[in-house]
């Protein structure tokens, strides 16, 4: 696919998926759950408790339970979360007599089989699977009448930082878009005795302000500009408009080990596990752009991982073109009690257009409908006629987005920019629903595809794809982050130019196996993770402390023109973050995949993705997690390599954890970008701009001088 690279025309899709927007309290959430119309009462959740350590750019997320049998008979728990962004499960821990047993990686297939193989025996067992895109699941059995279990989940993800705002998200809230699984389960989500949510956040960037939007009660603890905590603990209530102060009062206490007989508390409220849980931190301003580098090298082997991570200091330029604004409308069943607020917001937007703008409306449900007679100038007069039909819907049917943006993308006049606003809940169920297929209409425009992903049970894939496909950017947004600063994200950088056709080349590593292998475009604010292996044959010196130089050069289109950034710095070998060589192979993993969604599934490469999953223990759609007792495991001639994984993770998390707060920048000595690195406190860009993006996701550069093929 080829696109135009000198943009004097911006072009814009923008995607918003309200799944759960609304009303989230009534949407499904994570919980156990119970078939519907069961004879037994739901199980219950005693305990849940959360443990967050962020640091080297990744976070390690690890989730406590105990589920409590009220039953005189023996019942299986299944518990069901929404999956995290670029997160997979790496260990999950249950414990049998009392005693905790590490899970390991198995194909899905026999993990199935060797689950019903246990409970058939009436043995302990647990497993942990991938529900595509939607969740984890863990199902466990048995849990002894009058009795109870406790499991432990760890999954790890990067940590971006984007115009200097870092943010972690706990997902929570379910969409409520699977009709089918909410028709057949209840979901019990009430936490009846402890729950606590502890964060630890260190960095060697100073931090000067930390956030959880939209929670009351959360104790925020700055033990230095580089270290900081969060907790949450029962008796705290759940806002919907509450901010936290700067400055907090206690310190963070650990959540409490627990046995099968943890005893009640009886003192504490309940819980419930229906918001998610944002983090967010603010770095100082003027930090100079920068490139981190984390290695991993185990004892006595030649292959190392490193996770590189730069954050750019580039000067980009405003664009100050205006646009016309195309607003495609999402009135499906599942948009009810949605959309009066997005009318509400589209009504908002269209207050903020100039005179001299104009506007379009397009709605779907089952089809694609033209709601306005083509583009209409932006006076009050048209704006409130069309407000007034728009109010006059009834959300109803299925969800066909495909039309939709095939209708968008028609008719679009060359002489001025325009942006396209597309708001739905993410999931296509009628008409065209594959991703191929989305590609492919995509590859007909010389368009860039941004999109703004809101909710846990949107087609996060899809629509990042279509974004990455496209050369555009994908922005993920939970019903509980603090939507105005997203705006203030997004608007800086659409409202920007962005550095095209970037490439990294590495020399001096012997590199292997680095992904992503395509970049793209750069844009404000925004990041760029690599991960990769490197040989250290030939590299001075012996284990921790061997060192070579290495060379690290950006290249890209700015504008029309070149630009180069370098820079050479010292390659140290470690071994203090065995983590990232999980995070390698679960972004390998990620690439594999969408090279299959955009060029069709084949065996080989799910044969590749199971390969790495096994020899990373890593939870995917073709691989699941299983808990047996020890005899169990040999008895299977199931190796215990993630046992051993885990303990070195433990290990090295362990001396970590007495270390103080480290560097990983390795060219301050030689920075390989002369500016600072963009902050939500400066740029420009149009107030209406800022205000539309309330409800949009996506604005796509366009040249005015490329050619563009009609659908």
Partial sequence: MK????????????????????????????????????????????????????????????????????????????????????????????????????????????????YEQEKQAGREVAKTSQDSY???????????????????????????????????????????????????????????Q????????????PVDA?????????????????????????????????TISESMSESMSEAPMMTNKTPPINNQRAFTLDQDIV??????????????????????????TFMMTLTPGMDLAPITQGSDWIFVLDYSGSMQGKYSAMVDGVRKGLDKLRPDDRFKIITFNDNAHMLTNGFESATLDNINR?????????????????????MALRGLDDDRPSAVLLVTDGVANVGKTQKKDFFKLLEQYDVRLFTFVMGNSANRPLLEGMAKLSNGFAVNVSTSDDIVGHIMQASLKLTHQALRDVSVSIKGMNVKNMTPETIGSLYR???????????????????????EKATVTVKGNLNGSSKTYKTTFVVKDDNSNPEIERLWAFASIEAMQDQMDYLGHDKDT???????????????????????????????????????????????????????????????????????????????????????????SVFLNRSLVGKRMNG
Avoid at 58 to 74: C, E, G, L, M, R
Avoid at 279 to 287: D, G, I, K, P, S
Wanted: aromatic share 10%; proline share 4%.
């Fill in 3 to 114: 696109f135009a690279h000198t943009f004097l025309k911006a072009l814009g899709v923008i995607f918003i998926c309200t799944c759960t927007m609304l009303n989230h309290s009534s949407a499904y959430a994570a919980g156990l759950l119970t078939p519907q119309g069961s004879s037994h009462q739901a199980l219950k959740i005693h305990q849940h408790h959360v443990d967050v350590v962020i640091e080297n750019g990744y976070a390690i997320t690890t989730i406590k339970q105990v589920f409590f049998n009220p039953h005189n008979i023996d019942l299986e728990a299944l518990y069901s979360f929404p999956i995290p962004e670029k997160a997979s499960v790496g260990e999950f821990i249950y414990y049998i007599d009392g005693k905790p047993v590490i899970g390991e990686v198995v194909t899905k297939s026999q993990a199935d089989k060797l």
């Fill in 134 to 192: 939607k969740t984890f699941d863990s199902t466990i059995y048995p849990v002894r009448a009058n009795d109870s279990v406790t499991i432990s989940l760890t999954y790890i993800q990067p940590v971006h930082v984007d115009t200097s705002i870092g943010r972690y998200v706990y997902p929570l809230a379910e969409g409520g878009v699977d009709e089918q699984k909410m028709s057949f389960w209840h979901s019990e989500k009430q936490v009846e």
């Fill in 194 to 205: 402890a729950f606590s949510f502890n964060l630890l956040y260190r960095s060697s960037y």
């Fill in 210 to 242: 930390f956030r959880l939007p939209n929670i009351a009660g959360a104790q925020i603890n700055q033990l230095s500009p580089f270290e900081w905590t969060a907790s949450i603990s029962n008796g705290v209530s759940v806002t919907t408009d509450a």
């Fill in 279 to 304: 983090v967010l931190w603010r770095h100082e301003a003027n930090l100079p752009g920068a490139v981190d580098v984390v290695t991993y090298k185990a004892p006595g082997k030649d292959k190392g």
């Fill in 386 to 406: 069309y407000l007034l039909k728009l109010e006059s819907e009834r959300p109803q049917g299925s969800t066909n987005v495909y039309d939709s943006i095939q």
């Fill in 525 to 547: 604010g925004q990041q760029l993770i690599i991960f990769g292996h490197y040989d250290v044959k030939g590299i001075r010196g012996q284990g921790k402390g061997a060192e």
């Fill in 606 to 696: 799910e044969q590749a993705i199971t390969d790495l999953a096994l020899e990373y223990s890593l939870v995917t759609e073709y691989t699941s997690m299983i808990v047996m007792s020890d005899e169990q495991f040999a008895a299977n001639n199931i190796e215990r390599r993630n046992k051993k994984r885990v303990e070195v993770e433990y290990k090295a998390r362990d001396i970590r954890k007495h270390q103080g707060v480290r560097s990983n920048r390795v060219d301050k000595n030689n920075p390989m970008y002369s500016k600072p690195r963009p902050s939500t406190g400066g740029g420009g860009g149009s107030t209406s701009l800022i205000t539309l993006l309330v409800l949009v």
